[in-house]
């Protein structure tokens, strides 16, 4: 089974960054295409930023394209998430997941079957 823990949000004003880990345990992580998600509250969970296996291909939401950056270690089975220029807007509970699906093509989270515990990010304008 493989495990995910996010660890690096908080509180930020309006314009600054934040960065966003998740630690994989359990299982090989360079075998999964890993991804970000969010939710606000009342909100849908939506597809952040996702990145294919080998960490050569990535894949935004248009609203964070330019402001974030996805990347993975597969050497320290770590995913980040940079996250700049931060609005009011990506104030959500941010998701680390994990698919088995060999493509980034596919942002929908039933594709996704490994979930991290969540973490806040607040941004105060």
């Known amino acids: 089974q493989l495990q995910l823990v996010e660890s690096g949000g908080g509180l930020v004003q309006a314009g600054g960054s934040l960065r966003l880990s998740c630690a994989a345990s359990?299982?090989?992580?360079?075998?999964?295409?890993m991804a970000w998600f969010r939710q606000a509250p009342g909100k849908e969970r939506e597809f952040v930023a996702g990145?294919?296996?080998?960490?050569?291909?990535?894949d935004y939401a248009g609203s964070v394209k330019g402001r974030f950056t996805i990347s993975r270690d597969n050497d320290k089975s770590t995913l980040s998430l940079q996250m700049n220029n931060l609005t009011s807007e990506d104030t959500a509970v941010y998701y680390c997941?994990?698919?088995?699906?060999?493509?980034?093509?596919?942002?929908?989270?039933?594709?996704?079957?490994?979930w991290g515990q969540g973490t806040q990010v607040t941004v105060s304008s």
């Open positions: 997941a994990a698919s088995n699906l060999q493509t980034i093509a596919h942002t929908s989270p039933i594709y996704f079957g490994y």
């Open positions: 990145v294919n296996m080998v960490g050569d291909d990535t």
């Open positions: 359990g299982r090989p992580f360079s075998r999964y295409v």
